[in-house]
T-cell receptor
């Protein structure tokens, strides 16, 4: 089955700096890669996703890039703000029944004011 | 209210007891999922359901039972709780097909003593 690895497990940045979280996946058939943000005491919330026919996608201060050849994808957050502090999860899925996602282990991002 | 709700938010139970975690969604999404979240393991799929009366095992199904008699409900039962089942449990739903995004509930924190 699919295996998703996520790095780093914790990331501390100064407010205004950029943050990058990287994930690798094992199954070349995976074609959907969402990112989730989990704030304390809440469930994960989808913040951005990318499909395998696209190399990059942006939404305001966040962007995701995908390298299918190398089987890795990354989340980029620019101009970080304290409210960006949360746990971020990457995930991957194959276009099969159920659209089941395999999640990475998570990254705790801390933005210091 | 529309959305996906889990109950209870917190539960303490004793080893060997049966406990049921509830999940209810108002969108009539076809797919529903149960994940557990543990430090160091990220989110792991327990069971999922593609429709009413259709369920299947995920990565860590042992010790859990699910049912789905109605599209909107997907309860998770621990038949004889063990300390290793102490975790935060998240329910999620998904329309299936081309809409891949999961919507997660707020979670149930279960402690088995």
């Amino acid at each position: 089955g699919e295996n998703v690895e996520q790095h780093p497990s914790t990331l501390s940045v100064q407010e205004g700096d950029s943050a990058v979280i990287k994930c690798t996946y094992s199954d070349s058939a995976s074609n959907y890669f969402p990112w989730y943000k989990q704030e304390l005491g809440k469930g994960p919330q989808l913040i951005i996703d990318i499909r395998s026919n696209v190399g990059e996608k942006k939404d305001q201060r966040i962007a995701v890039t995908l390298n299918k050849t190398a089987k890795h994808f990354s989340l980029h957050i620019t101009e970080t703000q304290p409210e960006d502090s949360a746990v971020y999860f990457c995930a991957a899925s194959i276009n099969n029944a159920g659209n089941m996602l395999t999640f990475g282990g998570g990254t705790r991002l801390m933005v210091k004011p | 209210d529309a959305g996906i709700t889990q109950s209870p938010r917190y539960k303490i139970t004793e080893t060997g007891r049966q406990v049921t975690l509830m999940c209810h969604q108002t969108w009539s999404h076809s797919y529903m999922f149960w994940y557990r979240q543990d430090l160091g393991h990220g989110l792991r799929l327990i069971y999922y359901s593609a429709a009413a009366d259709i369920t299947d095992k995920g990565e860590v199904p042992d010790g859990y039972v699910v049912s789905r008699s109605k599209t909107e409900n997907f309860p998770l039962t621990l038949e004889s709780a063990t300390r290793s089942q102490t975790s935060v449990y998240f329910c999620a739903s998904n329309e299936g097909g081309s809409n891949y995004g999961y919507t997660f509930g707020s979670g149930t924190r279960l402690t088995v003593v």
